[in-house]
């Protein structure tokens, strides 16, 4: 739910955040090597964190259509980075898990994107980090609560 309007100063910081934030994330994404796009990447993480999943609990974890996130699993499944497996419970339920390959995947893509972001921030003084780590420390905070 939408709060009322905040004053200008925090919703300029707000936008300034939005504003490095984005280019950011696209920065930290051309880190993974262009193997895959964006959606599958994000699917391969969710099933790391979350599997292994239902087809639908996926779909609705990553916000795509049934059809969407079968096809980006197809993918993944040909490419060895998950498994498909039936559900005890029930045949009619695939669960997705994560594959030996794809863990290594995710962890080498991991490794070459937190360099990348050492590399930046090595080039900036002990102060400014300390600056970045408290920040990261309050939107860790602010993520975490419920909005």
């Not at 994000?42 to 964190?49: D, K």
């Not at 087809?55 to 969407?68: G, H, T, Y």
């Not at 972001?117 to 419920?146: G, K, N, Q, W």
Request: hydrophobic share 40%; charged share 25%; aromatic share 2%.
């Amino acid at each position: 739910m939408p709060s009322a309007g905040h004053d200008g100063p925090t919703l300029e910081l707000a936008a300034r955040l939005r504003a490095v934030i984005v280019p950011l994330g696209r920065s930290l994404r051309q880190q993974s090597g262009g193997r895959f796009t964006p959606t599958q990447a994000s699917v391969l993480g969710t099933v790391l964190r979350h599997g292994p999943i239902a087809l639908s609990a996926l779909a609705a974890r990553e916000q795509l259509s049934l059809p969407m996130v079968s096809k980006v699993v197809a993918l993944l499944e040909s490419e060895q980075l998950v498994v498909r497996t039936t559900d005890p419970t029930d045949a009619r339920v695939s669960r997705i898990a994560i594959s030996g390959d794809g863990r290594a995947w995710i962890e080498e893509t991991r490794g070459r994107r937190d360099q990348w972001l050492a590399d930046r921030l090595a080039e900036t003084s002990a102060d400014e980090r300390e600056a970045v780590a408290r920040t990261v420390t309050t939107l860790e905070r602010i993520l975490r609560d419920p909005a």
